[in-house]
């Protein structure tokens, strides 16, 4: 396993571990004491089922034991259950041994799981395990076990400035199993092994990684179809503001990917202290991925849309071109530059002129007619285009700012 986290897992040990130390013991012994933990490990890197493996020293005496595995109150697998000796004890081969024991080495093992019995109606196990000698071993026993549960949120905190901010990231652990395991090391399935003491019903929060002067741009984007509507106002739609960055080495981050999760988002003061500026829901973002951060709704740039154009060319029969130019009136009342995005949705675009259709527009930009640069428009997808327009900051001392209005000249093809 990756970070030193093997392959078994741990059950929460409710009842006993029990040895019965002779070979002609039928019965099983169940102590009252457990040997002490050496060792637990929690991966919690699957959202639905967690890992747990403890290593636990054991006295062996030569000839056959049982060791009694038994649990309560705790919603463990039980075919997840494994049993493992720790720097298993060899010998070489003798001429009595069979080929069947031997080790690609050539050596062979002392310590033997013979059998493993599965009690009716309890939960347990027990393993009979054979030892060539008395040993103390070290033993390995892990597991599949529910109501161990995990989650992501994240604290950024940006510069007065906003250019960079530093992202603290966080996991929450909810240990509901009824199960103290004591000092314990957690892998969240990426970034470092952390060693917490992980009590029996309590949920804990850890800082896994902090990311500080990650590089962020501020965004504001209009989305006619997707933006909120201002009330009274049918030719806007706000203006949303995000941070996004990017989840890549050369901006201090890469090492793994961003879980998802809540994001509580600060900006320092300029003061000493933070601002609350408020919440949003990160979705996963893989290295070398963008994660946008939703700010709020911009008050001091405003964007108005009109269809300027709409005519319709026959083509033949029922088909034709529908020719359409969209109209932006753009005014920026910051006091700094900025570069708004606008995005469209032809499909939508394409119902709203020409009726309801059950197939993905046919369109494209013609360069007579658009005002705004073509290395400025981007093809998003099949259906979405976003432009991206810089923006002077207003002038000082000015109420009122002189409004930027471009045009994108746009066809849409083969309809019927």
């Known amino acids: ?210 990311f500080p002067a990650v590089p962020i741009r501020k965004t504001y984007t209009f989305d006619w179809y997707r933006g909120q509507v201002v009330p009274s106002e049918p030719d806007q739609r706000y203006v949303a503001m995000r941070y996004v960055l990017v989840n890549d080495k050369a901006r201090g981050m890469g090492l793994f990917p961003l879980q998802g999760g809540k994001v509580r988002i600060f900006q320092n003061d300029g003061r000493g202290g933070e601002a609350f500026t408020g919440e949003d829901w990160a979705k996963l973002t893989p290295i070398d991925d963008e994660m946008k951060l939703y700010l709020g709704l911009a008050r001091d740039v405003v964007v108005r849309r009109k269809i300027a154009r709409n005519d319709r060319h026959v083509i033949a029969g029922n088909l034709f071109d529908q020719d359409v130019v969209l109209e932006y009136r753009i005014e920026n009342y910051k006091d700094s530059p900025a570069v708004l995005d606008l995005l469209e949705d032809m499909n939508r675009l394409r119902d709203d002129l020409c009726g309801a259709k059950d197939h993905d527009a046919q369109w494209q930009i013609v360069p007579e007619g658009t005002t705004v640069q073509a290395d400025r428009i981007e093809r998003k997808d099949s259906r979405t285009f976003e432009a991206h327009l810089p923006l002077d900051a207003a002038p000082k001392g000015e109420t009122k700012v002189a409004p930027v209005i471009v045009a994108i000249h746009l066809q849409l093809k083969n309809e019927w």
């Open 1 to 210: 396993m990756r970070h030193s986290l093997t392959a078994t897992w741990t059950p929460f040990l409710c009842a006993a571990i029990v040895f019965a130390l002779t070979a002609s013991a039928s019965a099983r012994i169940k102590l009252t004491t457990l040997p002490v933990r050496e060792r637990v490990e929690i991966q919690l890197d699957n959202p639905s089922a967690t890992l747990v493996e403890e290593e636990r020293i054991v006295t062996l005496l030569a000839g056959s034991n049982q060791v009694d595995f038994s649990w309560a109150n705790a919603a463990i697998d039980k075919a997840t259950i494994q049993f493992r000796v720790v720097n298993m004890p060899l010998r070489p081969k003798t001429p009595e041994d069979a080929a069947s024991i031997l080790r690609p080495d050539g050596t062979v093992e002392m310590i033997q799981v013979i059998s493993v019995a599965y009690p009716p109606n309890e939960n347990s196990l027990v393993w009979e395990v054979f030892s060539e000698k008395p040993f103390a071993a070290r033993v390995r026993i892990s597991y599949v076990i529910s109501n161990i549960t995990r989650s992501f949120d994240y604290r950024a905190v940006a510069d007065h400035d906003e250019t960079a901010l530093t992202l603290s990231n966080y996991i929450r652990l909810a240990n509901v199993s009824s199960e103290d395991f004591g000092p314990s090391a957690v892998w969240a399935g990426f970034g470092d092994v952390f060693q917490r003491e992980i009590g029996a019903n309590e949920a804990k929060q850890m800082l896994a990684w902090k």
